[in-house]
């Protein structure tokens, strides 16, 4: 007899670890078992080492040599180990056998699932009845019914309900299905009560009344209606099994003659799970064949039962059913039903090989090795290089992307078929007779569905012909007295704690159409509410964050409609720290958009509203800046490789608005004056760059020829994009031309025209410095020679234009052109008149100051940034300076006359805080260089001033902004003093 | 007079607390004779929130699966000790994770704060951090024998990882022992 354990324990041994408990249950019992049968003379009736004969004849005289009481279970406990284990050898060996080559795995996986099913089941509840039959004494217990309602074939648990049909004498059924719980942990699977841990959570048994009550206010908790339908007698009485049917199951399918809602509860709870695990990410770490697919699959397969009335739980039946009844699906229902072989077989050998859990981890060397042996079990072989395991995670991934394919389409399918059967129709098709009566019967309907996940066909239903149903939704709101109104949308409050989603989505109607509908009394009251009851979460920033892992742009377009003060209150309560590392990046991009609409100007959305049109991912990426610049460069690269100046055209204009959210919201991120500069100027520049490229790749077909730009043509930015500065809200350009070819010259110009209409498209206003003058936006150096030469008495102006500019596209050999023929004699070599010109301007602009300029603008005030500029130039022309940065000129300057070295460095310091000042306002109040210091706490606050009053941040940024002009208008008068 | 003890484990569903619960379930019904019921909360609150999962251990028959008054409470994060604290009775214990839980909760029952998630990490895998939580638990639960909880862990992991496990329960038992 031992060598038939030692035997058995080494054919066990490439079980998991899980076995142990088997073998030590049957090496306790083994021998006391075999003598009792021997004794009663039934040892030959009994298989102890091989599989039985016959489960139920077998442990009854199992259970018939055992004494009395515990001992019984033990014998009994025994006999299944035994007959478990031997189970599990013997379809594994089956299994290895038929998966050799050549053979049809599909086929072989196929007959292993259903032969351990059945055997698994039978050995299961054979034992489960057993035991009832030794625990239950003489107490007196209540007619009952032990039902599975999952799939008998889990190892890990067995899902079951308990029946009763009162709760009279309950008590000592739960005494009796707590000892027969403990029994089934200790020799065989541990039982699951879900559904009365949802349903009765105080009992074991639940009784009909409590399943009636549970089935009106839970009607899409699709889990346990799942559960339900799946229900199977297992022992018992058969006439409360019935009735659990008749009175609560039957109401689930369309065609039992029940009130509809319920069937369609169930189909919104069990669709919105679907389509929500179809199309959540994987892990890195670990595959999760229930979560990945079994589940999506079993959803549909449940959703299609109701439809179609197929009473009978078993899945594979069923798909078989649904072959025959929608042959247009015949293909689908094929690879739903041969994924589902594929991930229970794999599930199924993971639990038995490897470990009882749900989780395949992957990210262990450890681990590998453990799938390597499930692979191999179920006949993955090792390929040269290539692992089994590796190719059975190939096949895995790509067996879920079919499933979710197919998903997909069948989830389509379930639409369609709601939105012509929904009870929402109902609310189009009648005509309310008194006010409220239609808001009513919506609320009604909505309270009813409120914990479902599906919800979209409602959506398109109330914005169906033009609106009508959500018009005369909120005509019926409009029309009740004030009091009746607020009743209404308190009522409506108790939706955000069960499915804040809905209500978000409700808000997000109802604010995008407020003003077409009249709903704007409306949408404030129920934004309000919704913002209370938020709030009461235990944490509102993790039930945002899974709002926003889920639904990224609801939450965008929901910040989108609110004011400036909900996106603060909205930002604060997200701000709290959300521990689930799951949940981590979610929230930390949350908190980036939320930033962004609160801190973001209209000018700064413009470009966040772009992006999020074209690529809603990078809402995932608001606050991974290099995700985001990696991103943009992915758009460049493929801009580059687009054959379509159309196609390139469009992609570059993508890449500079997310370039310039990115370093918008690096600014707003507290970066420096420098590195702003220094990055927008970078993507400025290629954008112009690849922009002159597209444009004269489509225009040299059009006129046969292109314009050779290396040679003949240059683009120079003027103005901010020249001293490399960020956030302008015009281009000024200058393009010169060294020819005299009047064809290229129109050429150049039509090149110049398609991009000032992309670069318009962006927002900003090209302008062409010169234009003016010549009528030309292409203007030659020789015609730009004649116009210096006449020697105009304004032309300081267009000197400064020049003498600032900044050479974007183009060769170096243009440039020094440029230099020898323009900027060298008509502005260094005439230094005097240009600086006497320019010192002139400075004193009549700052004579007018308080006639014209208002005090406040951060550009032309005195000591503004205009000064800044002038003061520059001046210095420029005095020292031969052509360099157009500004922080190389000072340097510059620092270096060939150090007598005004410190004051050239606290210049540059009060340039860089302005500059700053006005990128922040620019980027967080509105795009004008007259700073409304009333609405300046945002930029103080960005800008690091401190202070909790309202106005205190944005006073202590105009005492800021009034200290640096006037030190910036003394320090330019000390250095001109010098210089010029 | 009937023994009765009643283990709750709560925390993020990060960490695995359910198998922990399994595992100490298994170690009473299976290494040591005692009824044990457990009861364990799915739902949205296992999607992200406080999840929850209850043993009840009795030498007699148990009629309510869920516990009431319980006699020992782990906590792994500030929600689970604001959701479950009140549950505590006067004389049972709260263990509560040494980083993640900030106020401790009032009451009379004694609390004792446990890096879980820290020993965890020092191992080199927060997932562990139920290893740890099953240690400790082990260490201060009248309940549990310790030899019977390290069998029901061994036959609860995969192939392999068993040193592993092992080093987390230690940690975690150790942890508790030299606070009692």
Known sequence: MPRRFDKLCELAGEFSNYTSKYLQQIGAVVDELTTRLEQAGLRDEVHLWQPAWNLEREMDIVAHVAPEGHERIRYLGCYYGLQYLRMNIQAIEALRAGVVPGASREEVYREFLTNIGASYSQLVVTFMRKVLDALVGPEELPPFAICGVGTLTDQDDIDIAVVVADEENRNALNSVLGRLSSVMLRYATRFHFYLSENVSPESFATSLAEYHEYADTHPGDYIVISELLNAEPLYGDRGLFDRLQKEIVERYYADSGADKIYHEGFVRGALGDAISLATRDFENDRIVPKDDAIRVIKSLVHIKRTIHGLREPNVWHNLKRLADIEPWNAEKNDVLETGLIFFEILRYLYQLLVVQDEVIILDTPVMAENLARVAAAIGYRERGAVGPEETLLVHYYDSVDKVRTVADDLAREVEENLRTSSAFLNLVSTSPQLPGQLLSATLKLIRFLVKVAFWDDVFELLVASDKKLLRALVTDFNSLPPDSRERRVNELVGLVKRNAELFMKLLVLLGENRDEVDARELFDAMNAAFLREFETFYNPAREAAHLFAKQPVLLNRYLSEVDHETAKRFMELVSREVAIPSLKPAAASLRGLCKLRYYGSAYLRRYLQAVLKKYPDCLYLLDDLDALAEKSQGILAEAAIVPSPAGKKELLGDYYDLELLRIGLMTLNGATIEETNARYTEFSDDYLNFLFDACREELAEEYGRWVTSFDVMAIYAAGGHAREWAFNDDYDLIVLIDSEDEKLQELGGAVISAMSAEICKRGMMPHYRFLEHFGSYVIPLSQLEKFFRRENETDFIEKSQLLESRLVVGTSTFEEDTHERIIKPFVFNRADKYIADMKNEMASRQGAVGDVFLP?????????????????????????????????????????????????????????????????????????????????????????????????????????????????????KSVLAKVA | MAFYYQIRLSGGAEIDLHLASKILAEALAVYEDKNVVQHISYGPEARGAAVRTDLVVSDQEIYRPKAQEVDLLVALSQEAVDRYAGDVNDQGYLLVDGTSVRRSPEGRFRVYKVPFLDGARELGDVRLANIVVLGSVTALSPAHNRRAVEDALLARVPPGTEEIHRAAFELGFNKMKEML
């Open chain 1, 856 to 972: 406040n603008n951060v550009k032309e005030c005195v000591g503004g940034l205009r000064d800044i500029v002038m003061a520059i130039l001046i210095c420029k022309a005095r020292f031969g300076i052509r360099d157009p940065l500004t922080s190389h000129i000072l340097e510059g300057i620092g270096r060939v006359y150090p007598q005004a070295g410190l004051e050239l460095r606290s210049l540059y310091n009060s340039m860089c805080f302005l500059k700053n000042l006005r990128d922040v306002y620019r980027l967080a109040v509105c795009l004008d260089d007259n700073l409304d210091f009333e609405h300046a706490d945002i930029v103080g606050e960005v800008l690091g001033f401190e202070g909790d009053a309202p106005g205190e941040k944005g006073r202590q940024v105009k005492e800021a902004f009034e200290r640096t002009t006037a030190k910036v208008a003394a320090e330019i």
